[in-house]
């Protein structure tokens, strides 16, 4: 026996052709998956064997890698808005990439994919195509994404417990800055799942997207694009939701013949108070807002392809019963170009190149409250006013030849800020103040990134990825740098030039049929956030400080370690994955308290952050299936010897599902253990205790012009408070729901 596997394996390496030429091995076949008609790479397409239960789902940028089989010789392509496509496996060339073009369909059912790494989520088909629904919701369904709850609207997203400047967060690869200086103005606040189509989600440094140095990963909100051919269409949805008595309606229409295609769709919502579990309703906790989309595209040639977007958003009123304020007004002007020039020569697959322009203002006031009866800052109205500019070039090269593929990405960016408030006293006699937060700052920074993966003949996909950046910044407003230089006397300038880099390997292989075994490592440097550096006097309502930045800051230092198995494939009766990660930070960048009311953000020596993440998906039968998500976050600052502050606690889900045409529906559990490991020196974190939560949800496709959703989130109206929800707003009751959707 062990001479015959020796055997084998000898053969194998010295004559690996003799054993290619008669198919007794199983091989590897590499290729990408492209739009037809745009030639825009398909992410999320499923490549599967005939016949052989062995599938797998295509990357971000269309590439697929699938293990083919003796005795199959055909590859089967599908994918939601697209006619399967098959090839033909009968001389095959082990050395090459095979190009596959599958051809669009109008799109009726327009579900958001949700995609993780490479790694498409099983997500609810429930609430995947309800675009009454505000993003967030979409997005819980990933294990190592969290939420932090400032009020109800707008939460922020956390992965594996890092947040704001250590999460990239972007709209269709542009990046936004929030201009309100107490956060409730996330990404999220300005983007509508009527617009969406995909959320990309990465977890972790060693990741997807070429130029995020940021250790926590990154968010990308893909926008809804029109499509070439498609002629006219639309769509308009309308939905209650009791728990907060919210109105929304949402209108689309979408146009294309052979060159040009658009797109408009407006959103509006309006909601008053959350009504939490067992409770009464929570005042001032309302929302008004409206938002317009509009994509135009334009393909005169065939490999070349111009897509225009603009996004507007404009808030009213919007309560945050948890902070000292409230949003009185916010509008974004979010406006984007986009070129893609597919095969520019043999090697080079695409060019995507993108400009882009984005602007935020935000007024925030205290009108509305009794400031007479608070304990901070009492007897004070303190209006406030922020705004951003946010302008960005960037262009990517795709390559690939055989086996090899490779990414290269140039990007700049800059960050322009500014943000003061006025501080009246309710006494008439006494003079109000006037005080800048963010003192005309900027940050300009040019960054290039690449990425590079080799399928080998024996099942390994080796990765490698380097990314560089600079950073220079400047603070203007002379009244901001009088007080910094005050501030730091010690320090030579107030305007540093910042350098990060991150660097990562990834070994993958595919140990059987239905295993395949990964880790990953990764160190690298993020630039501190303009707040970070420069904000002044800001109150951080997550542990009730006001927050000093501080110009001295270096940048932080990562260094991570994952190990990731995947099982079976959604062809599959059982799948999932599990996740291991460690990530051990430098210079770890938090406030230091300078006394009961003040911190000053300073670099804090260690803190070190574990986890894991799993997800389990059952095939009952032909139309139910059954999931659970599980994910787990541990986090210490070893410099103080004490917990991390606002780390999710112990979380995960189960469901069952039916699925079919007609009737689908869907019973869930969510649930969260207590979180008692909290920050009590250095912040003032309180504990929450652990909760279950039972969603019953339902979709029925009446005919093919008309779709129905309803459902009760929280059905038994448990009162809850969820770990991330910012002074510990509680958890919405029993929401029972309801929206019709119909095309046109
Ligand atoms: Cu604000």
């Not at 800052?377 to 406030?384: A, E, I, K, S, V």
């Not at 990834?506 to 075994?517: D, H, N």
């Amino acid at each position: 026996m062990k001479v015959l596997l020796l055997w084998v394996i000898s053969i194998h390496f010295v004559f690996p052709d003799i054993l290619q030429g008669i198919a007794i091995q199983d091989s590897v076949i590499t290729g990408r998956v492209l739009d037809e008609q745009t030639l825009d790479p398909v992410p999320g397409a499923h490549v599967y064997t005939e016949g052989m239960n062995n599938g797998t789902v295509t990357g971000e940028d269309g590439s697929f890698v699938i293990l083919f089989y003796h005795g199959s010789n055909r590859l089967v392509f599908s994918h939601i808005g697209f006619r399967n496509s098959i090839l033909e496996l009968t001389n095959i060339e082990f050395d090459s990439t095979y190009t596959v073009y599958l051809a669009p369909v109008p799109i009726r059912n327009d579900d958001i994919i949700i995609t993780a790494g490479r790694m498409n989520m099983r997500y609810s088909g429930i609430y995947s195509d309800t675009k009454t629904r505000a993003v967030e919701d979409h997005m819980r369904s990933v294990p190592g994404l969290d939420m932090v709850t400032r009020a109800n609207f707008a939460k922020d997203p956390v992965i594996r417990g890092l947040r704001d400047s250590r999460v990239d967060v972007m709209i269709d690869g542009m990046r936004l800055t929030p201009a309100c200086v107490d956060g409730m103005d996330p990404a999220t606040a300005y983007i509508e799942s009527d617009n969406l189509q995909a959320i990309e989600i990465n977890r972790g440094q060693e990741n997807q997207s070429l130029t995020s140095t940021a250790p926590g990963g990154s968010v990308n909100f893909a926008m809804a694009r029109p499509l070439l051919n498609s002629g006219l269409s639309g769509s308009a949805e309308t939905g209650y939701q009791a728990v907060s008595s919210q109105r929304s309606a949402a209108v689309s229409f979408m146009y294309g013949d052979e060159t040009w295609a658009f797109r408009l769709s407006g959103t509006y919502r309006n909601a008053g108070d959350l009504q939490p579990g067992n409770g009464p309703r929570i005042p001032g906790s309302g929302l008004e807002k409206g938002n317009v989309y509009t994509a135009i595209l334009y393909q005169p040639k065939e490999n070349h392809r111009f897509n225009l977007r603009y996004i507007g958003d404009f808030a009213g009123e919007i309560g945050y019963p948890m902070l000292l304020m409230d949003t009185r007004r916010a509008d974004a002007h979010i406006a984007g170009l986009e070129y893609y020039w597919a095969n520019p020569t043999n090697l080079i697959n695409s060019v995507t190149t993108n400009i882009y322009l984005n602007r935020v203002e935000h007024w925030m006031d205290d009108y509305g409250r009794d400031v007479g009866q608070r304990d901070v800052m009492r007897n004070m109205y303190m209006p406030m006013y922020g705004e951003t500019t946010t302008a960005g070039f960037s262009t990517e090269f795709g390559a690939s030849t055989g086996s090899h593929l490779m990414n290269l990405k140039f990007e700049a960016y800059s960050i322009s800020a500014f943000a003061d408030m006025l501080m009246e006293h309710t006494d008439p006699n006494i003079r109000d103040m006037y005080l800048v937060n963010v003192g005309d700052v900027s940050q300009r920074n040019g960054l290039m990134g690449t990425a590079y993966r080799y399928f080998t003949d024996n099942n390994w996909i080796l990765g490698v990825n380097a990314r560089a950046e600079i950073g220079f910044n400047r603070i203007r407003e002379a009244s901001a740098i009088a007080t910094y230089q005050a501030e730091y006397p010690g320090l030579s300038s107030l305007e540093p030039i910042d350098i990060g880099y991150s660097f990562g390997i990834s070994a993958e292989k595919r140990l059987t049929e239905k295993l395949s075994a990964s880790a990953r490592i990764s160190d690298g440097k993020r630039l501190p956030g303009h707040l970070e550096r420069y904000g002044y006097y800001i109150y951080q309502p997550l542990d009730g400080f006001f927050y000093y930045g501080n110009p001295g800051l270096r940048p932080e230092r990562s260094s991570q370690a994952e190990f990731f198995i995947t099982f079976g494939s959604e062809f599959s009766r059982v799948n999932g994955s599990t996740s291991v990660w460690y990530n051990r930070m430098e210079n770890y960048i938090a406030g230091k308290r300078m006394d009961s009311n003040f911190k000053r953000y300073e670099n804090m020596g260690m803190a070190t952050l574990t986890g894991f993440e799993a997800d389990l998906s059952v095939r009952l039968a032909s139309k139910w299936s059954s999931g659970a998500t599980f994910s787990f976050v541990y986090g210490n600052h070893n410099e103080l010897n004490e917990p991390l502050p606002m780390i999710p606690p112990l979380k995960g889900s189960v469901s069952i599902q039916r699925e079919s045409e007609i009737v689908s529906f869907e019973s869930r559990f969510r649930w969260a253990a207590a979180q008692k490991r909290v920050a009590e020196q250095n912040s003032h974190e309180t504990r929450t205790g652990g909760h279950t939560l039972w969603d019953v949800l339902a979709r029925v496709h009446l005919t093919d012009y008309l779709t129905l959703q309803f459902g009760a989130e929280n059905l038994l109206n448990t009162h809850y408070t969820d770990h991330l929800s910012v002074n510990s707003m509680p958890g919405a009751g029993r929401n029972i729901y309801g929206s019709i959707r119909v095309f046109f």
